[in-house]
């Protein structure tokens, strides 16, 4: 070692290879771009107009959520370091092979979060003094309305333009359109002008000079913002109404143009009604309210949303005209798209990740459901993960998934209505149940666990968050795979968030390390999972710490078997514990092995050992 001089040993290559550094360059504002510009654009200044208030103050709230989200971390992680520190002074002059193991692992972990902290500082400089230059203008703006901000009859400013690049070409759902006189049918029907009807909440009288269908004179300016108030009561009826559907959802039901729906949305702590349009690729436009209390973008204004939506469709005319897109087929709610007022809830039965879980009842054909719930708090980030469970279930249809019934997202709280599964959680029932389970209904649990599994690998879909906690007992012991909350579909998937909500215990070590997940990552939380049925419900690495079982599954360790587990269980076990995920097992053979030891099992207790057999090591 000591005869290696590394500052001599690539010298002479270095001299010979090296190229001189590029000079550097000299960045410069071109002036001449802002000349003779009617919004006086000047440099390194931010103008607040029309065009620019709405999308500032929302980057303004951005900015400000995750300023507060980094300031946090840095904490958490400022904790960690110190916490790692202390536990290094105590093994630093140890000896044992265990505290030398321990003191390089805390040593690296602690060099790692120093390095993210650095990373997260800069990021917290960076969003400070971005906020300082948006915040500037806007509190100079004060409550005045920007510049270009007037909503007279002959305004040509595209205040309501809310557009979006989205595009997703995989569309999973019906649009469920109407032929063109269906349409006209479906959209002038809530606009009858018999004396009586329903018409944004109001009566309206036949000798009324501004019918329902007139445009009313939308008098001064005014950006004034879409109210629970201002809404019309009816409007959660019209089939073209999705309620607050999230926006990536709307975007799968958008395909040709002119497909238009109308949803609401949350906008600065602001109720917002959207119509959303397919021109090109899905367009967002948010219904502007005037001081008056009338409907518009920039043409007439209306009584209600349903007048003007019906004006935009009858008329032909372009929304916008900088957007050109023309209304031509309305989207209509799908079947599980149900309403949030045809669910009875009748009693709590848990907590799941998001909100309460709830006992229902389904109102138009007395179904007994289980319904989830989202907190009308959470934020809009997380409502959208809470739907994507929803999303997902819907495709999917296995006597060993639990069944998709519906979502209700016409009004807060948003809801997935699921199958009721009478058994509840399969780990509180192995729990209470521990007595009257002999070996075959426990291989009868794996069997149906392996089955749904194998379905969803065919699906390619991985569900990241196998477990018995996660998995529902129904009649007959039948067990029903549940809470996808954290499943993707594809292939093979990356995390980049770290470890947030990761169940340690359950996961692969290639998951943990690398942030790679594949259905072999849910074939290792299938050991588990079978682990923990014949352990009846015991816990993984009892008594260790997440940290203490990822170091000794990397070293080579794994459970033992749970007493009266067969031979061939546990090495199947062991198989699906594979360090290498190439070398475990596919649902597909993991089914077949579990069916054969099933029906080769004639007694309630022991299975011979045929491991031979099966091939199994």
Known sequence: MNSIKSSEEYTEFIEKNKTSPPKPISFKFDQSLVENQQTKLKSNEITVDDLTVDSLRMKLKENESQLKETKTQIKEKQTLVIQHDTEFQTVQFKSDPTSVTRKYSLKKAMDLLKKEINELRCVEQKLTRQNELISGPLGDLGCELPPGCDLSSNSNNNLDIMTSNDLDAQSQSSLGKKKSTQVMHMLRKPFSKKSGSPLGGREVDPSDQEGPNQPLDSGGGGCGMLTEEGRS???????????????????????????????????????????????????????????????????????????????????????????????????????????????????????????????????????????????????????????????????????????????????????????????????????????????????????????????LESKQCIHRDLAARNCLVGDTNIVKISDFGMSREEEEYIVSDGLKQIPIKWTAPEALNYGKYTSLCDVWSFGVLAWEIFSKGGTPYQGMTNTRARELIDSGYRMPAPDGTPDEVYQLMLRCWQYDPDDRPHFAEIHATVDLLYSRTRDMSVIPNHAAYFGLK
């Open 233 to 455: 009561q009816s409007l959660e009826m019209e089939l073209w109404f999705h309620g607050v559907l999230p926006r990536e959802e709307v975007v799968r039901l958008l395909q040709e143009d002119g497909d238009f729906l109308v949803r609401e949305t949350t906008r600065n702590d602001q109720n917002q009604t959207v119509l959303s349009v397919m021109w090109g690729s899905p367009k967002h436009f948010i219904v502007q309210l005037s001081p008056e209390g009338h409907f518009r973008f920039e043409g007439p204004a209306f009584h209600t949303i349903q007048e003007l939506i019906v004006h935009q469709f009858q008329s032909g005319a372009s929304v916008t005209s900088r957007s050109g897109a023309v209304l031509k087929n309305p989207v209509t709610r799908e079947k599980w798209e149900l309403n949030n007022d045809d669910v009875e809830l009748i009693e709590k039965i848990g907590r799941g990740n998001f909100g309460d879980v709830f006992k229902a009842r389904l109102k138009n054909n007395s179904l007994a459901v289980a319904v989830k719930t989202c907190k009308v708090t959470m934020p809009e980030e997380q409502k959208k993960k809470f739907l994507q469970e929803g999303r997902i279930l819907k495709q999917y249809e296995h006597p060993n998934i639990v069944r998709f019934i519906g979502i209700c997202v016409q009004k807060q709280p948003i809801m997935i209505v699921m199958e009721l599964v009478p058994g509840g959680s399969l780990l509180n029932y192995l729990r209470t149940s521990a007595d009257k389970l002999a070996t075959k209904a426990l291989l009868g649990m794996c069997q149906d666990a392996a089955s749904g599994m194998e379905y």
